[in-house]
């Protein structure tokens, strides 16, 4: 059994920062990829970025130069630093871990419950 449970939402004003972390536990052989989504009213699900098993990471457009993923594998977490929130930030940040269990090839994703970010003056 794998659970994911995500911290380190709140209200900023804009241009403040925040720092979410999302922690695995459970039965884990090993870490693919750690990846963050957000969702807000009334939109689709979108990908914020992630990190491979190699520590590359991508990110979308619109947060390049502001986020960035990190992940300590030592503790199975992975953290969305976000700095010069804008308003158009403000939503439900969810992460998504892939998880092999076993020494074999198989993996599993697993989704946090979601931590909302809000931004605004």
């Known amino acids: 059994q794998v659970q994911l449970v995500e911290s380190g939402g709140g209200l900023v004003q804009p241009g403040g920062s925040l720092r979410l972390s999302c922690a695995a536990s459970?039965?884990?052989?090993?870490?693919?990829?750690m990846r963050w989504y957000r969702q807000a009213p009334g939109k689709e699900r979108e990908l914020v970025g992630y990190?491979?098993?190699?520590?590359?990471?991508d990110y979308l457009d619109s947060v390049k130069g502001r986020f960035t993923i990190s992940r300590d594998n030592t503790k199975n977490t992975t953290y969305l630093q976000m700095n010069s929130l804008k308003a158009d930030d403000t939503a439900v940040y969810l992460c998504?871990?892939?998880?092999?269990?076993?020494?074999?090839?198989?993996?599993?994703?697993?989704w946090g419950q979601g931590t909302q970010v809000t931004v605004s003056s």
């Open positions: 998504n871990v892939e998880i092999r269990p076993s020494s074999d090839y198989r993996s599993w994703n697993y």
């Open positions: 459970g039965v884990i052989f090993s870490i693919n990829a």
């Open positions: 990190i491979d098993s190699m520590g590359s990471s």
